[in-house]
């Protein structure tokens, strides 16, 4: 006898609501009548952010579907673009966490605005409609901030940095460093007594969507629940002349996850 049969369709949503997207998953595969309650939007709307329809309102191109898990699995799978192409957004697929990226031309870059030092180049292929390109320059600093309130509560995020190399490369083989830090109550502390050795090379890992990635650092999002936190890479030791570094932006998401999978033929 199939016990699972014999439960009420509240009680079978009651125990789906209570696991993850991907168990959810999982369930429907157990009974006729798991799999009816697995599919409906009862369940998917509880795997969605609260906020989600605030920030689909957000996006220029809102994503096209039928029913709410259409919709969380859309969003896991295509990122969309916030604010006028200012923020990439999607969720974790695992757990339904949110997820973001900072585009380039939104970070704080050291000398950005002297083409001497900075280009800006267009592609068509790219998430956002351009990304950074270093020329020859000795100092080396990028933040991006992003409000605690934005993210999901309670979680362990990590910030990384998105770039390409160019084909030559100079320099970028010397220590950096990276930051994490609540911008409220800690603006006192030394750049030197935070900083955490973190290299472009070897260390970079490549992502599904042809871009690498190194980790800047992470923080749980109900300890800045009251400010912005900044994720920054900084060279604060090394003199030597860097070029060479393609940065498409900082992505927050939660720790320990995967990017979603974007796949485009990006050159430069």
């Given at each position: ?80 673009l916030l604010d006028g192409g200012k923020l990439s957004f999607f ?66 995020y990590a910030a990384y940095l998105v770039f390409k190399l160019a ?99 990006i050159g430069f």
């Open positions: 006898m199939n016990y699972f049969d014999r439960l009420p369709e509240g009680c079978i949503c009651e125990i789906i609501s209570h696991t993850t997207p991907a168990d959810a998953v999982r369930a429907t595969i157990l009974s006729k009548e798991f799999k009816f309650v697995g599919e409906s939007d009862e369940i998917w709307e509880k795997f969605l952010p609260s906020d989600y329809q605030e920030i689909i309102d957000r996006c220029e191109f809102p994503p096209v579907y039928n029913t709410k898990k259409e919709l969380f699995f859309s969003l896991c799978d295509s990122p969309i969720l974790d697929k695992h757990s339904g966490k949110k997820c973001f990226m900072i585009a380039s031309r939104e970070l704080t870059i050291s000398r950005s605005g002297n083409t001497n030092y900075w280009k800006w180049k267009k592609n068509s292929n790219l998430r956002f409609s351009e990304a950074a390109c270093q020329g020859a320059l000795r100092l080396l600093d990028i933040n991006g901030r992003i409000g605690t309130e934005m993210l999901s509560p309670k979680t362990d084909a030559i490369t100079d320099g970028l083989d010397y220590a950096n460093s990276t930051i994490i830090r609540f911008l409220n109550y800690q603006y006192k502390i030394e750049i030197d007594k935070q900083a955490i050795t973190g290299k472009l090379e070897p260390l970079p890992k490549m992502r599904g969507d042809g871009w690498m990635e190194v980790e800047l650092g992470y923080f749980n999002s109900r300890e800045g629940s009251d400010g912005p936190v900044e994720a920054r890479f900084i060279n604060i030791k090394s003199l030597y002349y860097k070029g060479g570094l393609i940065i498409e932006g900082i992505e927050f998401r939660p720790k320990g996850t995967t990017s979603a999978v974007v796949v485009a033929d």
